[in-house]
Structures are given as structure tokens and as C-alpha cells.
């Protein structure tokens, strides 16, 4: 019996499309940059949309979010987030033995780092009175979704990768992570603490360091590990359908 072997798919070259998100991300960063200083469109779209908010958020069938919307706002302040990816490098480092989990999170810092020198170039006035945190210093891009994007997102990536490896546990990380960060929009938003521009910066800026994170931030797979999982691959695929039962009755007679 002549054996015929059905060609197998080579997979695509996928190094530079780790690539293309982050720098789509920073695109966009760049974009909303310039329309803030040079007073463009967004600007006015910013007025639209806090507007809107607003004139929702003072009616008296919604005055009940009025609590609710300072207290997710809150979300972001720098001790709840910073403390809780503190306290979770802590936990992780101790029960995977390593110090990466800690250079991951000086990573974070650093990235965190580049926002208020941003705030006080930029100096955008905000959109109300109250004025939240370190946004007195400026308010593009938001601090506050900035810490929580960075601290929460961070925090969850730890997890996932050195203690719930899990692909169950892994997703509700990222859920709560995301949770949190969506919680903290709602919050800055409906309490007129930012501009929609200032939080789109912020979840650009950061969003681009979460995705490099997830693609260098792990582990190296063993390259022996790799070899035999790709090898196991191609068998199953040159295995045709005529050959599986063919198999299973030479198992059966064995």
C-alpha cells in the first residue's frame, strides 16, 4: 500500500504582527496628542460628549450614580492601584521564586513615569471644577486610567502567568482586570473629571505596553518542548482518514 502524504499548511510568519497592534496604538496616542494641543476636532467632540454625559448625570432619575460614579472614579487613585500591584509582585516573586515578576513591574513604573511629564507639557485645562489626584498638573492623558490600566492590567498578567496558569483562570483575571479599568472610565466620565480624549490617550499609551508585555513578558518555552509539540502537529495532520480505522483494528487484534 502506497502511503500518499496530504501537504502540510506551514504556519505564517507572526513576528512582526505583534508589531502592528502597539504601533496602531501609539498612532492613535499620537493623533489625539495633536488634536489636543493644537485645539482640533476631538477637542469639540470633548465638549459633545461631556455634555451629554452631564446633562444625564444631573437629572434627578440618575443623581443615585452620583456616589457610585466617585467611588469607581477612585479606582484609579495610585494607592488602591499601585498598592495592589505591589502587594500581587510581592505574592508572585515569592511563590514562583523569581525576580522577573519584579522586573515586570519596574516596567509598569517606568511606564507610569512618562505620564506626568506628558500632563504638564500638554497642560490641558479639565472639563469641570473638581479637580482629581495629580490632574491639577494637567489633564492629557488621564493618570487615572493610566493606573489602572497599567497596575490592574499588570497585576492580572502576574497571575495568569506564574501562579493560575489556567486557561479558565486566565480569563477571569483578564475579566476583572478589565472590569476594574471600565469601572474607572465610568467614573471619570460621569463625575466630569476628564475630557473621552483624555482617557482614549491613556488607554493607547498603556494598552501598548500591555501588549508587548503579553508577548515578551512570559516565559520562554524550551525549545525541546516547542519541537515535539510541533511534531505531534504534523503526524496528526498527515494522518489521513482512510488511516484511522486501519489503526484501530491493528490496536483491536494486538
Not at 49 to 62: E, F, K, L, N, P
Given at each position: 500500500?502506497?502511503?500518499t502524504r496530504q501537504p502540510?499548511?506551514?504556519?505564517?510568519?507572526?513576528?512582526?504582527?505583534?508589531?502592528?497592534?502597539?504601533?496602531?496604538?501609539?498612532?492613535?496616542?499620537?493623533?489625539?496628542?495633536?488634536?489636543?494641543?493644537?485645539?482640533?476636532?476631538?477637542?469639540?467632540?470633548?465638549?459633545?460628549?461631556?455634555?451629554?454625559?452631564?446633562?444625564?448625570?444631573?437629572?434627578?432619575?440618575?443623581?443615585?450614580?452620583?456616589?457610585?460614579?466617585?467611588?469607581?472614579?477612585?479606582?484609579?487613585?495610585?494607592?488602591?492601584?499601585?498598592?495592589?500591584?505591589?502587594?500581587?509582585?510581592?505574592?508572585?516573586?515569592?511563590?514562583?521564586?523569581?525576580?522577573?515578576?519584579?522586573?515586570?513591574?519596574?516596567?509598569?513604573?517606568?511606564?507610569?513615569?512618562?505620564?506626568?511629564?506628558?500632563?504638564?507639557?500638554?497642560?490641558?485645562?479639565?472639563?469641570?471644577?473638581?479637580?482629581?489626584?495629580?490632574?491639577?498638573?494637567?489633564?492629557?492623558?488621564?493618570?487615572?486610567?493610566?493606573?489602572?490600566?497599567?497596575?490592574?492590567?499588570?497585576?492580572?498578567?502576574?497571575?495568569?502567568?506564574?501562579?493560575?496558569?489556567?486557561?479558565?483562570?486566565?480569563?477571569?483575571?483578564?475579566?476583572?482586570?478589565?472590569?476594574?479599568?471600565?469601572?474607572?472610565?465610568?467614573?471619570?466620565?460621569?463625575?466630569?473629571?476628564?475630557?473621552?480624549?483624555?482617557?482614549?490617550?491613556?488607554?493607547?499609551?498603556?494598552?501598548?505596553?500591555?501588549?508587548?508585555?503579553?508577548?515578551?513578558?512570559?516565559?520562554?518555552?524550551p525549545r525541546a518542548t516547542?519541537?515535539?509539540?510541533?511534531?505531534?502537529?504534523?503526524?496528526?495532520?498527515?494522518?489521513?482518514?482512510?488511516?484511522?480505522?486501519?489503526?484501530?483494528?491493528?490496536?483491536?487484534?494486538?
Amino acid at each position: 500500500m502506497i502511503e500518499t502524504r496530504q501537504p502540510v499548511a506551514r504556519r505564517p510568519d507572526r513576528r512582526w504582527s505583534w508589531w502592528t497592534a502597539p504601533i496602531v496604538l501609539l498612532a492613535v496616542f499620537g493623533l489625539l496628542l495633536w488634536q489636543v494641543v493644537a485645539n482640533g476636532v476631538v477637542t469639540r467632540i470633548d465638549v459633545h460628549v461631556r455634555d451629554g454625559i452631564q446633562s444625564t448625570a444631573a437629572s434627578a432619575d440618575w443623581h443615585w450614580l452620583y456616589r457610585f460614579g466617585r467611588g469607581c472614579a477612585d479606582l484609579g487613585n495610585q494607592p488602591p492601584a499601585i498598592l495592589t500591584l505591589l502587594v500581587v509582585t510581592a505574592f508572585v516573586a515569592w511563590r514562583a521564586r523569581s525576580w522577573r515578576p519584579v522586573l515586570i513591574t519596574v516596567g509598569a513604573g517606568l511606564v507610569l513615569a512618562t505620564v506626568i511629564p506628558l500632563k504638564i507639557w500638554v497642560a490641558r485645562p479639565g472639563p469641570g471644577e473638581a479637580v482629581l489626584g495629580d490632574a491639577i498638573l494637567g489633564f492629557f492623558p488621564s493618570g487615572h486610567t493610566a493606573d489602572a490600566m497599567c497596575c490592574y492590567g499588570t497585576a492580572a498578567f502576574l497571575l495568569a502567568t506564574f501562579v493560575w496558569t489556567g486557561v479558565v483562570a486566565r480569563r477571569w483575571l483578564a475579566a476583572v482586570a478589565a472590569a476594574l479599568v471600565a469601572f474607572t472610565i465610568f467614573g471619570l466620565l460621569w463625575s466630569n473629571f476628564h475630557w473621552l480624549s483624555d482617557v482614549l490617550g491613556s488607554l493607547c499609551w498603556c494598552g501598548a505596553w500591555l501588549i508587548m508585555l503579553y508577548r515578551y513578558g512570559r516565559p520562554a518555552v524550551p525549545r525541546a518542548t516547542e519541537a515535539r509539540a510541533s511534531a505531534a502537529g504534523a503526524a496528526a495532520a498527515r494522518l489521513s482518514p482512510e488511516d484511522e480505522p486501519q489503526a484501530s483494528t491493528d490496536q483491536a487484534k494486538t
